[in-house]
């Protein structure tokens, strides 16, 4: 085992709802794994250790409110989130970052979810910012075609920022250039100054399927699902600030409207019934502004909705 495959808690705090925590991936025997990658590809200074490095602890910290308990009944899955099943799902803690190194993390993080498809393992990533989806996407290189679906206020096609190319506004543009990417879905896309012309229409030249908000609140989210192809393998990418502040206030870029928790839940639940959700992630939260935890629990929802979907779709059977 590799130092790179170790994924060793960044400080002390709780596992995600006191599940098992595992820092040894080889001959990992799961169905899920939640960890979480606290670091980025910083445009400066002040950004290596900003507030959204803490947020992998503060879902975690605020995971009882999501859901009280694993056996208790979940309405937005229609019962206990395992079903009565065996269903295994662990932690892995954070990847770590070297002030010495400050790549290494994202090619720890890539190892990992390597790691993780190579045993069957449903990742489940917590940021960190917009940057971490990155190498985690990058690690699903030879299993496309695969849809990206994003959610997100902002388009996330720069080339790079301060010479940065792996950043938080540069996520889908880096998508786009792995052959096993193939069909992007960006929805919720509002606010001014969100994109630059050229990133627009670079992502257009791709075929990326652009749904603002404005047109999501006018179609419905089903009417978006009704858009993605049926039998696909998809990867939900979730930056907060895509979400609507009055569940997810806690950003650095707040923005007004967005997708509502009913609109997540649709698309979550669509997507599985659709095909195959292969990973997702959740990034973009900065917990200094959180407001009684509501951001936190909204993240630790998404989590138990795809879990519990999922065991309900025979993902593990």
Wanted: net charge negative; hydrophobic share 40%.
């Amino acid at each position: 085992m590799t130092e790179a495959l170790t994924v060793p808690p960044r400080r002390e705090y709780q596992s995600f709802h006191d599940l098992p925590i595992v820092t040894d991936l080889d001959g990992i025997e799961a169905d899920v794994a939640i960890f979480g990658i606290p670091f980025s590809d910083p445009y400066t200074m002040e950004e290596v250790t900003n507030d959204q490095t803490n947020a992998p602890t503060a879902i975690r910290r605020f995971c009882q409110r999501a859901l009280r308990g694993i056996d208790r009944w979940d309405f937005d899955v229609g019962g206990p989130i395992f079903d009565g099943k065996d269903i295994r799902v662990v932690d892995l803690g954070d990847v770590p970052g070297d002030p010495r190194d400050m790549g290494s993390h994202y090619r720890k993080a890539e190892e990992v979810v390597r790691k993780l498809l190579a045993a069957d393992v449903l990742p489940i990533t917590l940021g960190g910012d917009h940057g971490i989806p990155i190498p985690v996407m990058r690690a699903f290189e030879g299993r496309g075609p695969i849809t990206l679906v994003h959610i997100d206020a902002h388009l996330d096609w720069r080339d790079h920022v301060n010479g940065a190319r792996e950043g938080y506004s540069s996520p889908i543009r880096r998508a786009a250039e792995m052959d096993h990417i193939g069909e992007i879905f960006q929805i919720g896309l509002r606010s001014a100054g969100s994109a630059r012309p050229e990133e627009v229409e670079a992502a257009l030249a791709y075929g990326a399927h652009l749904i603002p908000d404005v047109e999501l609140q006018r179609i419905g989210m089903q009417a978006v699902l009704d858009r993605i192809p049926d039998g696909g393998r998809y990867y939900l990418t979730i930056d907060a600030d895509g979400v609507d502040p009055t569940i997810m206030p806690a950003v650095a870029g707040p923005a007004p409207g967005g997708v509502t928790y009913d609109q997540m839940r649709m698309l979550i639940h669509g997507l599985v019934d659709k095909g195959r959700v292969v990973g997702m992630d959740i990034v973009e939260i900065t917990p200094k502004r959180d407001v009684n935890g509501i951001t936190a629990i909204t993240a630790g929802r998404f989590i138990c909705n795809l879990i519990g979907k999922a065991v309900r779709a025979g993902y593990f059977d």
